[in-house]
């Protein structure tokens, strides 16, 4: 047998490459680390530099080679796929490669592990100590434990007197915000933060650059910001107002959706779209044209100006996505996504620098070790074919350097396997939430409208809070020291200030080493000095 083989491109596929399906469900790779283990020796392996040009290459229970094998391989000439219609219904697909190639340094350091050490919880922990050597030491003052995302609004379709327009539909105001966040307290659940997504003039949705640089007015006035942002302080909430600067559909803000994006390695104008999950294919009249990568500094340097009061910055799209630019022939600085994670690193000190707080998204690493709280944090693969087990490497790396939450449990294909993915990587919970419903948001190409209403999630996000609430209470901003799976759903992740919790995934009571553990439940056993 060949055995199996699996192959991903690190911080994600190239968003700049020409495609036509609908993108698999499979989560990207967000760190640039891999490792091997056999008996009680293991090698870790960390990409230094040009990971954003890299690609982990995995070959495993390959009868035909006696042995499996993990490596890393570079991007050196990017790509990008191109289809001619040839015909109607016929189209010719092939793949153009850029003229040059990319020029930053190559280099991967390999660290051999053994006794206790060699297992993924070693390598974790020897991950976290590369990243304190190269970005300092930093703990936060305080972990995630409830954060919120409310979504300000979205652009449907209206017609008058027969003629058809857009119009910006308000989902959540500034002042449906504060009341959020001064209900769940009084019900017992605490917002630790609050991300403003898509409330700018054109909403959630993608069409002038950065949403217009500032909220829009249909969803609130500067005295309703002055407010929330007071609610916000008194309740110990981070707030955050969240900008796309990767990609926009209309000129704005001193960008031209033309001569302002990126370029493919066809020379063609770089474009993102909204997919059809019906169809399994891209939605034709959705385009989004992709920032140029010269002008990321010039969008993201104009939010932080334009921020004002907002104590918090949020930059969700530039902090999980990583593409080329093919604009410069002469210059390979920007092809096979290469030179990302020094620019946007520089783009998150400049937005510290301000005297603000930043916040990411389902980060990549670059971006995560820089972050004040990361939303979306990643927790599986979704490659249940290749892969027979998850582990939380992500959280067991950055939790306490960052304030880590879940994924939306009320988004979540299944709720209840989310909130215990919480539980097993210390990860506060989140929910996307909106104040108001409208029927006209079923026709929304952006897939966060489907269960988001307040009023029919608020007792729920009060339960799970109170759930965990001694869970929080007890690991606290601790970073994890390891994790093991038991077998039969039973998984145990250890804590640095002694705390033990034992997750069960399976449908039946299980025995761990500090008790019974009830069926789709947690133990937390504290360790006796």
Request: aromatic residues 10%.
């Amino acid at each position: 047998q060949q055995g199996t083989n699996y192959s991903a491109q690190v911080y994600g596929e190239d968003a700049s490459i020409e495609k036509w399906d609908m993108p698999s469900s499979e989560k990207s790779v967000r760190l640039p680390v891999y490792g091997a283990k056999t008996g009680e020796t293991a090698v870790f392996a960390v990409i230094e530099q040009g990971a954003e040009s890299a690609v982990i290459n995995v070959t495993s229970g390959s009868e035909a080679l006696g042995y499996s094998s993990v490596y890393a391989s570079f991007v050196l000439r990017g790509y990008t796929n191109n289809i001619a219609d040839l015909m109607p219904g016929e189209r010719v697909k092939n793949v153009i490669y850029a003229d040059g190639m990319i020029t930053t340094p190559l280099s991967v350091a390999f660290y051999p592990l053994s006794g206790e050490n060699a297992d993924y919880s070693g390598m974790a922990r020897l991950y976290r100590s590369c990243i304190e050597k190269t970005e300092g030491k930093a703990e936060n003052a305080k972990a995630a434990t409830l954060n919120i995302t409310a979504v300000g609004g979205t652009m449907i379709s209206k017609s008058f007197l027969g003629v058809p327009y857009t119009t910006l539909l308000a989902t959540t105001t500034l002042k449906d915000a504060a009341a959020m966040v001064k209900e769940l307290e009084e019900s017992g659940a605490k917002v630790s933060a609050l991300a403003l997504s898509g409330f700018g003039k054109t909403g959630i949705d993608s069409v002038k650059p950065a949403g217009g640089f500032g909220i829009a007015g249909k969803l609130g006035s500067s005295k309703d910001f002055t407010s929330l942002k007071k609610t916000c302080e008194n309740s110990d909430t981070d707030l955050f107002l969240d900008f796309d600067a990767v990609t926009f559909s209309e000129s704005g803000g001193g960008l031209s959706s033309y001569f302002d994006s990126a370029v493919r390695a066809n020379r063609k104008r770089a474009k993102v779209y909204d997919y059809n999950i019906a169809l399994l294919g891209r939605e034709t009249d959705s385009a989004y044209s992709l920032t140029a990568r010269d002008k990321l500094s010039y969008i993201t340097d104009k939010i932080i100006k334009k921020a004002g009061a907002i104590p918090g910055i949020g930059l969700s799209s530039l902090s999980n996505t990583a593409y080329s630019d093919y604009t410069d022939k002469s210059s390979g600085l920007y092809y096979a996504k290469s030179g990302m994670t020094e620019q946007v690193s520089e783009i998150i000190e400049n937005v510290k620098k301000s005297g603000k707080k930043f916040m990411s998204s389902e980060a990549n690493a670059y971006a995560a070790v820089k972050s004040d709280v990361i939303f979306n944090s990643p927790a599986r693969s979704n490659a249940a074919l290749i892969f027979d087990d998850d582990i939380p490497f992500y959280q067991m790396a950055l939790r306490g350097r960052t304030a880590l939450s879940t994924e939306s449990l009320n988004l979540a294909t299944d709720r209840e396997e989310q909130l215990l993915k919480a539980v097993e990587g210390g990860m506060g919970l989140a929910y996307t939430l909106t104040a108001k419903y409208d029927t006209k948001l079923i026709d929304s190409g952006v897939p966060v409208f489907y269960n988001s209403l307040y009023s029919d999630l608020k007792d729920g996000i009060v339960s799970d809070s109170k759930t965990l609430s001694e869970l929080y209470g007890k690991i606290g901003n601790s970073a994890i020291k390891s994790h093991k799976i038991h077998g039969s759903g039973l998984r145990e992740t250890v804590y640095e200030n002694g705390v033990t919790v034992f997750v069960n995934y399976s449908s039946g009571e299980l025995n761990s080493p500090a008790g019974s553990v009830r069926a789709h439940g947690f133990l937390i056993w504290e360790e006796k000095v």
